[in-house]
């Protein structure tokens, strides 16, 4: 029980970290509209949109992990290709991708899997988000493919990678790398 209300206050922190930054750029925004310092134009809307998207996917993330937690969460596991999952996440990557002037390699080979389209789709979203935070300029690989019968999803950076630490924890709910921080 002490190890499970540790782990609730440490994950309503960086929750509460991980929205911080967004609603501090929207109020400083706001405020500068309201006392005349920014123009409200379509890049600004764009900007305000954007950290609305943001804090819209940590609510959802949120809400995920909840569900998970609580054993409710529900997969709609359905037979799927990965190579068209990794197609739709990278197509809609693809101008981010340009802006951090990563060049993308796809090798993408039929992978049938029977599993969540969606959960996966968001699953190479964050491998391709995390890619472009910890390796921008530098090429980025996704392949797909069946090897025995199973269908592979490979996603490849060529980021510092993670120390033996960072590895340990790579999985915990809201980890972060310290170095990451900075």
Do not use: C
Not at 166 to 181: G, H, V
């Amino acid at each position: 029980l002490e190890r499970a209300e540790a782990e609730l206050r440490y994950s309503n922190s960086a929750a509460a970290h991980e929205l911080r930054t967004p609603l501090t750029i929207l109020k400083g925004r706001l405020q500068g509209i309201a006392d005349g310092v920014f123009t409200l134009d379509d890049d600004l809307v764009s900007l305000l949109i954007g950290q609305v998207d943001g804090m819209t996917r940590i609510v959802e993330d949120l809400r995920t992990l909840g569900l998970f937690n609580a054993g409710t969460l529900e997969l709609s596991v359905i037979d799927t290709d990965l190579a068209s999952i990794a197609r739709a996440a990278t197509d809609l990557s693809a101008d981010a991708l340009r802006a951090k002037s990563m060049i993308l390699d796809l090798d993408l080979a039929p992978a049938p899997v029977a599993a969540d389209p969606a959960r996966l789709h968001q699953v190479v979203l964050a491998l391709i988000d995390n890619a472009m935070r910890y390796a921008p300029g530098k090429p980025l690989a996704i392949a797909t493919k069946l090897e025995h019968g199973h269908g592979v999803l490979t996603v490849t950076d060529n980021g510092r990678g993670l120390s033996p630490e960072a590895l340990r924890n790579a999985f915990e709910p809201f980890w972060r790398d310290e170095e990451s921080r900075a």
